[in-house]
C-alpha cells in the first residue's frame, strides 16, 4: 500500500493539485489520447488548463457558475473539465445517453446558463432544450481548446483558487425510480475519492491507467482522472470503449492498469474470440478494476482464466465519489464474490436503527468518510434521508461483514423480490444465470403475481451463436438455486438497457418486457 499521499486530498482544491504535480513532475505524461501522436506532461497540461480558463473568462462565465459538459471522452475533454475545476466553476455532467427529457431536466434544474458541447452532441443539447436553447450559451469544445503550441497560450491564472470545500462536480443520478437527485461534491471530497482509489490500488507516477468508462459517469471522474491526478500518474484515453481495439490499447500505451464494469468484462470474455481480442504483449498490465455493480464469480473466473489478468474487485457510488470498498493488492487477499475492505473511509452494516450489525449479520451497507457528498442539489429532505446526524451516508445496498472486514453484497433494499412472503435478492439469480457459458448479459427482476405476490423473471442477452433455450436457462438455474427462486420466465433480448456507467437498470428492463 503506498500512503505518500495518504492526506495530501485533504484540504486541498483540484487547483493545488494540479498546480503541485505540474512543479513535481512538470515534464512527466499526465493524458495520453489513443490513436493520435498526442500527450499532454503536467505542465502542458496546466498551460492548457488556464488557456481554456481565459477562454471560459472572455465568455463571462464567473466562477462558482454551474457549467454544463456535454462531450464524449477525448484527451481536449479531460482537459476542459479540468478547466471548470482548476477555475472555480460547477462541473455539471451531462448524461449523453440519458435522453432528452432528462438533460433538459439537468440543465434547468442546476441553472447551468452555459454548456460545453462537441459536435456530437450539439444537436441532441440543441433538442432537450427545445424553446429554452435561447437562454443557455453552448460553448464549443474545440473552440475552446484549439491553442496552437505554447507560444500562443496564456500565463497562469490570477483568479483566487477555490477552497477545499467549495462546489466542484454536480453529477445526477441515474433516476431509476424517479428524478434523478443532483449529487453535490466539493473539491476535497473528489480529491478523496481519488485517493481512496489510489491507495487501494498502490498507484504510483510510474502506473498508466486505460479509462474507457465516460467522463459523465463518477468512476471515470473519480476513478481514472482523479487517482491519475493525486498519485502523478498517467491517464491514456480512448474514444470509447471497443472489444476490438481494448487489448492493443493497453499493449500500445504499456498501461498497468484499466477501470471497468462487469458487461465490459462479460463482453471481452465472450467476444474476444469472434473479435481477436487478447492479452499478449501486455506483461506490464498488473491488474484490471471491476466496479459500479457486483461481479459474477463464474464470470470473474473465467475471465482471469482466460487472460491472465487478475480482476479487483470494487465497490462505489456517485455519492461517494466513487469507491468505498476494494479487495488489495498483494499480499492482500482477494475474496471472490466480495468487493473488500473499506480504504479512507469507514464502512459497517447498520440495522433498522443504522446501528453497527455483529458480524456475517445482513443489513445495510453504511459509508462514513471525507468523500461522501456534500448534498442532493435543492433537495433537503432526501439528503436527511440519506445521511444520518452523525455523518453515514445509507447506501441502500444490503449486506454483510466478515471477522475480516470484508464486505459480501447481498442485494438492493430497493430490489429485493418478494415471492410468497421470501426474499429473494436478484443478485443470486443473476449469478446463476451468468454460471450458463453462453449468457452474456443477465437480470433478474419481480412482476406481480396474484398467488405469490411477486414471481421471478429475467432478462438475457446469449452469445451470438448459441442455440440454447429459455426452458434450458430455466432448468440450470434450477440446479444452481432451486425451484424457488429460479426464473418462472426468461426473456432473451438483443441488449438489456443499462445507464452509463453499463449497470443494467432492472425497473427499465421490467418495463421493456411488459410492453
Given at each position: 500500500?503506498?500512503?505518500?499521499?495518504?492526506?495530501?486530498?485533504?484540504?486541498?482544491?483540484?487547483?493545488?493539485?494540479?498546480?503541485?504535480q505540474?512543479?513535481?513532475?512538470?515534464?512527466?505524461?499526465?493524458?495520453?489520447?489513443?490513436?493520435?501522436?498526442?500527450?499532454?506532461?503536467?505542465a502542458?497540461?496546466?498551460?492548457?488548463?488556464?488557456?481554456?480558463?481565459?477562454?471560459?473568462?472572455?465568455?463571462?462565465?464567473?466562477?462558482?457558475?454551474?457549467?454544463?459538459?456535454?462531450?464524449?471522452?477525448?484527451?481536449?475533454?479531460?482537459?476542459?473539465?479540468?478547466?471548470?475545476?482548476?477555475?472555480?466553476?460547477?462541473?455539471?455532467?451531462?448524461?449523453?445517453v440519458?435522453?432528452?427529457?432528462?438533460?433538459?431536466?439537468?440543465?434547468?434544474?442546476?441553472?447551468?446558463?452555459?454548456?460545453?458541447?462537441?459536435?456530437?452532441?450539439?444537436?441532441?443539447?440543441?433538442?432537450?432544450?427545445?424553446?429554452?436553447?435561447?437562454?443557455?450559451?453552448?460553448?464549443?469544445?474545440?473552440?475552446?481548446?484549439?491553442?496552437?503550441?505554447?507560444?500562443?497560450?496564456?500565463?497562469?491564472?490570477?483568479?483566487?483558487?477555490?477552497?477545499?470545500?467549495?462546489?466542484?462536480?454536480?453529477m445526477?443520478?441515474?433516476g431509476t425510480?424517479?428524478?434523478?437527485?443532483?449529487?453535490?461534491?466539493?473539491?476535497?471530497?473528489?480529491?478523496?475519492?481519488?485517493?481512496n482509489?489510489?491507495?487501494?490500488?498502490?498507484?504510483?507516477?510510474?502506473?498508466?491507467?486505460?479509462?474507457?468508462?465516460?467522463?459523465?459517469?463518477?468512476?471515470?471522474?473519480?476513478?481514472?482522472?482523479?487517482?491519475?491526478?493525486?498519485?502523478?500518474?498517467?491517464?491514456?484515453?480512448?474514444p470509447?470503449?471497443?472489444?476490438?481495439?481494448?487489448?492493443?490499447?493497453?499493449?500500445?500505451?504499456?498501461?498497468?492498469w484499466?477501470?471497468?464494469?462487469?458487461t465490459?468484462?462479460?463482453?471481452?470474455?465472450?467476444?474476444?474470440?469472434?473479435?481477436?481480442?487478447?492479452?499478449?504483449?501486455?506483461?506490464?498490465?498488473?491488474?484490471?478494476?471491476?466496479?459500479s455493480?457486483p461481479?459474477?464469480?463464474e464470470?470473474?473466473?473465467?475471465?482471469?482464466?482466460?487472460?491472465?489478468?487478475?480482476?479487483?474487485?470494487?465497490?462505489?457510488?456517485?455519492?461517494?465519489?466513487?469507491?468505498?470498498?476494494?479487495?488489495?493488492?498483494?499480499?492482500?487477499?482477494?475474496?471472490i464474490?466480495?468487493?473488500?475492505?473499506?480504504?479512507?473511509?469507514?464502512?459497517?452494516?447498520?440495522?433498522?436503527?443504522?446501528?453497527?450489525?455483529?458480524?456475517?449479520?445482513?443489513?445495510?451497507?453504511?459509508?462514513?468518510?471525507?468523500?461522501?457528498?456534500?448534498?442532493?442539489?435543492?433537495?433537503?429532505?432526501?439528503?436527511?434521508?440519506?445521511?444520518?446526524?452523525?455523518?453515514w451516508?445509507?447506501?441502500?445496498?444490503?449486506?454483510?461483514?466478515?471477522?475480516?472486514?470484508?464486505?459480501?453484497?447481498?442485494?438492493?433494499?430497493?430490489?429485493?423480490?418478494?415471492?410468497?412472503?421470501?426474499n429473494?435478492?436478484?443478485?443470486?439469480v443473476?449469478?446463476?444465470?451468468?454460471s450458463?457459458?453462453?449468457?452474456?448479459?443477465?437480470?433478474?427482476?419481480?412482476?406481480?403475481?396474484?398467488?405469490?405476490?411477486?414471481?421471478?423473471?429475467?432478462?438475457?442477452?446469449?452469445?451470438e451463436?448459441?442455440?440454447?433455450?429459455?426452458?434450458?436457462?430455466?432448468?440450470?438455474?434450477?440446479?444452481q438455486?432451486?425451484h424457488?427462486?429460479?426464473?418462472?420466465?426468461?426473456?432473451?433480448?438483443?441488449?438489456l438497457?443499462?445507464?452509463?456507467?453499463?449497470?443494467?437498470?432492472?425497473?427499465k428492463?421490467?418495463?421493456?418486457?411488459?410492453?
Amino acid at each position: 500500500m503506498n500512503n505518500a499521499f495518504s492526506n495530501e486530498a485533504i484540504g486541498c482544491s483540484v487547483r493545488d493539485t494540479i498546480d503541485r504535480q505540474a512543479d513535481a513532475h512538470g515534464k512527466k505524461p499526465y493524458l495520453i489520447a489513443t490513436g493520435q501522436d498526442r500527450s499532454y506532461s503536467f505542465a502542458e497540461c496546466r498551460q492548457r488548463i488556464n488557456a481554456i480558463v481565459s477562454c471560459l473568462e472572455a465568455e463571462g462565465v464567473r466562477p462558482g457558475e454551474p457549467v454544463g459538459y456535454a462531450f464524449s471522452n477525448s484527451i481536449d475533454g479531460a482537459l476542459t473539465i479540468l478547466a471548470l475545476l482548476y477555475g472555480g466553476y460547477l462541473a455539471t455532467a451531462i448524461n449523453l445517453v440519458a435522453g432528452e427529457s432528462t438533460i433538459e431536466y439537468v440543465l434547468g434544474h442546476a441553472e447551468a446558463g452555459h454548456v460545453i458541447v462537441d459536435g456530437d452532441s450539439r444537436g441532441m443539447v440543441t433538442a432537450a432544450l427545445g424553446a429554452r436553447a435561447g437562454e443557455v450559451s453552448m460553448l464549443d469544445l474545440d473552440a475552446l481548446t484549439s491553442h496552437h503550441g505554447a507560444d500562443h497560450l496564456p500565463g497562469l491564472s490570477s483568479a483566487p483558487p477555490a477552497l477545499a470545500s467549495a462546489d466542484g462536480l454536480l453529477m445526477y443520478t441515474s433516476g431509476t425510480t424517479g428524478r434523478p437527485k443532483g449529487v453535490v461534491h466539493t473539491h476535497e471530497s473528489l480529491l478523496c475519492g481519488g485517493r481512496n482509489t489510489a491507495i487501494a490500488h498502490g498507484l504510483t507516477d510510474l502506473d498508466r491507467g486505460l479509462c474507457v468508462l465516460p467522463f459523465y459517469h463518477i468512476n471515470a471522474f473519480c476513478v481514472s482522472l482523479m487517482a491519475s491526478l493525486v498519485s502523478g500518474s498517467s491517464l491514456v484515453i480512448p474514444p470509447k470503449f471497443s472489444v476490438s481495439s481494448f487489448w492493443a490499447s493497453i499493449r500500445d500505451h504499456q498501461c498497468t492498469w484499466f477501470s471497468v464494469v462487469p458487461t465490459q468484462i462479460s463482453y471481452l470474455l465472450h467476444q474476444a474470440e469472434n473479435q481477436g481480442g487478447n492479452a499478449s504483449g501486455c506483461e506490464h498490465l498488473r491488474f484490471g478494476r471491476s466496479a459500479s455493480a457486483p461481479l459474477s464469480p463464474e464470470v470473474h473466473a473465467a475471465f482471469e482464466k482466460r487472460f491472465n489478468v487478475p480482476v479487483i474487485e470494487t465497490m462505489g457510488l456517485t455519492e461517494t465519489a466513487a469507491q468505498i470498498l476494494s479487495n488489495p493488492q498483494p499480499p492482500g487477499i482477494r475474496k471472490i464474490g466480495s468487493p473488500g475492505i473499506a480504504f479512507g473511509n469507514e464502512i459497517i452494516i447498520g440495522g433498522q436503527d443504522q446501528q453497527e450489525m455483529p458480524r456475517g449479520e445482513e443489513g445495510e451497507i453504511l459509508v462514513r468518510g471525507p468523500n461522501v457528498l456534500k448534498c442532493y442539489l435543492k433537495n433537503e429532505q432526501a439528503t436527511r434521508e440519506a445521511v444520518t446526524p452523525d455523518g453515514w451516508l445509507k447506501t441502500g445496498d444490503l449486506g454483510r461483514m466478515d471477522e475480516e472486514g470484508y464486505v459480501f453484497v447481498t442485494g438492493r433494499l430497493k430490489e429485493l423480490i418478494i415471492k410468497g412472503g421470501e426474499n429473494i435478492a436478484p443478485r443470486e439469480v443473476d449469478e446463476a444465470l451468468y454460471s450458463h457459458p453462453d449468457v452474456i448479459e443477465a437480470a433478474a427482476f419481480g412482476v406481480a403475481c396474484e398467488n405469490y405476490g411477486q414471481r421471478v423473471e429475467a432478462g438475457v442477452k446469449l452469445s451470438e451463436h448459441s442455440v440454447v433455450r429459455p426452458d434450458d436457462l430455466m432448468a440450470h438455474c434450477r440446479k444452481q438455486i432451486g425451484h424457488f427462486k429460479a426464473p418462472d420466465q426468461i426473456h432473451f433480448l438483443p441488449d438489456l438497457p443499462k445507464g452509463p456507467s453499463g449497470k443494467i437498470q432492472r425497473k427499465k428492463l421490467s418495463e421493456l418486457v411488459r410492453k
